[in-house]
């Protein structure tokens, strides 16, 4: 595999993770028709990196758009959006595309992504090679947000964690995972984590939402990076946080940070089209190493990286 992008603790750091120097690594106008680039996801591709990457154009119609990469931070992202074929369905239509998330399951790579079918659902699509692109059913009805697939099956069912949620900024939302036998029909709806009292955990005491694809760390269980929101005079703060689902069974939470990961403080996450916005949608990891490498949406403008030791991390949840 090769090396996921990294960058040592910088002297005088004690935080858990730590923002990349060459933040952002995607600006807002990297491809002609651009706006804004952010809330993207990477996954290990070849002899370098594949993602999918949502870009917002000009009229701020928002669109995803497939790229690569040698090295995981120096992006050609496509110039034309996705051109979807069908998959296991001939409904194909979408009033927008944004927010996607990328899973490697088998010989394939599931794109999910909030789809707009009489207002936003969780869409779902397979490539082989990042070119050709196969759009199947929409997992829910609408309203439903941040579906992200597990990279493995358990007792021969897909998963998938989501948040249901309305039709506009949503004041409200909390983790569900569902199961699916064969990636088209979806249910065993489950809760899985609510937001916290104002007085415990204020950063997600608002909503909640599925971040990263989770990670399976040998002994300890599924690693994964989500997004917590407060509602402040200034509007909603969005942070990251993390938790350790059960390796065998995804509807148990084992640990969950009460105490954020990373917040929006670099001027790159407090200014923007959407100021004070830390939005995790990827992690490359490399378990040997002891390193996770976060892609995170700032702003809603741009795209970013955070480094952190697995381990670290891990200890981090269960001391917070």
């Known amino acids: 595999m090769k090396a996921i992008p990294w960058e040592d603790r910088p002297a005088g750091c004690n935080d858990p993770m730590w923002r990349s120097s060459l933040n952002p690594i995607i600006g807002r106008y990297s491809i002609p028709s651009s706006n804004s ?90 490539t082989y090679d990042f070119k050709e692109f196969f759009q199947c059913e929409n997992a829910f009805l ?14 021969g069912r897909y998963a998938m964690l989501s948040r249901p949620s309305d039709n506009g900024h949503t004041p409200f939302g909390d983790i569900y995972v569902s199961f699916s036998p064969d990636m088209k029909y979806w249910g065993e709806h489950r809760c899985l984590m609510k937001v916290t009292p104002f007085e415990e955990s204020a950063w997600q005491c608002t909503k909640i939402g599925a ?21 402040t005079c200034n509007g909603f703060r969005y942070s990251m946080g993390a938790v350790i689902l059960d390796e065998n069974d995804p509807t148990k939470v084992l640990h969950r940070t009460m ?7 670099a001027p790159y996450e407090l200014a923007g089209d959407v100021p004070d916005v830390v939005f995790p949608c990827a992690a490359l990891h490399d378990l040997e190493k002891d390193q996770v490498t976060v892609y995170y949406g700032a702003a809603d403008t741009v795209v970013c990286m955070a480094h952190g ?8 949840i269960k001391n917070n």
């Not at 105490?259 to 403080?265: G, Q, T």
């Not at 030791?309 to 981090?316: G, K, L, Q, V």
């Open 37 to 126: 680039i952010f809330n993207s996801a990477v996954v290990p591709f070849g002899d370098g990196f594949a993602g999918v990457f949502r870009c917002d154009n000009k009229r701020v119609q928002m669109n995803i758009f497939a790229g690569f990469s040698d090295d995981g931070v120096n992006w050609r992202i496509n110039h034309e959006p996705i051109k979807f074929q069908a998959g296991n369905t001939e409904m194909i239509e979408s009033d927008y595309k944004y927010d996607p998330r990328v899973t490697k399951i088998g010989d394939r790579y599931w794109i999910t992504w909030c789809n707009g079918y009489h207002g936003p659902t969780i869409g779902i699509a397979y």
């Open 142 to 155: 609408p309203f439903n947000r941040n579906g992200v697939l597990f990279p493995a099956q358990f007792n």
């Open 259 to 265: 105490a954020y990961l990373l917040a929006p403080a």
């Open 309 to 316: 030791r697995i381990s670290e991390i891990i200890d981090y």
């Open 211 to 231: 971040g990263s694809v989770p990670i399976l760390i040998p002994g300890e269980g599924w690693l994964m990076f989500y997004h917590g929101v407060i509602n």
